[in-house]
């Protein structure tokens, strides 16, 4: 692994534990000493990080932390919602008779991860994140399309991000507990399902969002 790999590690779990705040300056010069790089190997890593769309580089403003305002939050939620639907879709259209042991078990598996959190890890808000985004991942996954699965996959950090503006409405236990729920849902009602779990957590995000 590079230096600014190694460095592009490092902030992008600064950023996803809310060690840097949103919208906060990143600059190059007091990266670049904190960590004793060189302003080129720090400019490779931020511009890793804004390719993932963790930070925003702006002319003459320099590197900010994403924000996710309204928009972007509205954008991303029917981003997701439009590839796991479709991984239901499909889904649903192999199995109408209901999901086989092999389609549910890697689902279920990574809500039986995320609920031994709990006991585990329950003050890492970071490892809740990416435990919760496995749910979804292995739920995409599930409909055997790589197209799908890979677009998805290059949102992760992204959606990481998503999932930590609303952290302090989940608890390992509540999330497993919701997610066995939604993969019943998920089994019986197809997409419909998708749209309204996502509205769950824009409720969280926007308040004033309608659910």
């Known amino acids: 692994m590079t230096a600014a790999s190694k460095l592009a590690t490092t902030l992008r779990e600064r ?3 809310g060690s840097y705040a949103r919208g906060q300056s990143l600059r190059e010069e007091h990266l670049a ?3 004793g790089l060189s302003r080129h190997t720090v400019r490779t890593a931020l511009a890793a990080l804004a390719a993932e769309r963790l930070v925003n580089a702006a002319p003459y403003k320099g590197v900010e932390v994403a924000k996710l305002d309204e928009a972007e939050i509205r954008a991303m939620q029917d981003l997701r919602c439009a590839l796991e639907s479709e991984a239901v879709r499909i889904l649903s259209t192999k199995h109408p008779q209901g999901w086989p042991e092999d389609v549910r078990t890697p689902v279920l598996d990574e809500i039986s991860r ?4 709990e006991a585990q890890d329950a003050s890492s808000w970071r490892r809740l994140e990416a435990a919760h985004a496995a749910v979804h991942q292995a739920i995409i996954d599930a409909a055997g399309s790589p197209r799908i699965s890979e677009a998805a996959r290059s949102l992760d950090s992204e959606v990481r991000l ?7 409405h989940y608890d390992p236990q509540g999330l497993a507990d919701e997610h066995e729920e939604y993969l019943r849902l998920l089994e019986h009602e197809g ?6 779990h996502l509205d769950a957590l824009s409720a969280h995000l926007l308040p004033d969002s309608p659910t």
């Open 15 to 17: 950023i996803l534990e």
């Open 33 to 35: 000493a904190e960590f």
């Open 114 to 117: 995320l609920r031994r959190l």
């Open 162 to 168: 998503l999932l930590a503006g609303a952290h302090e």
């Open 191 to 196: 997409p419909v399902a998708v749209r309204a």
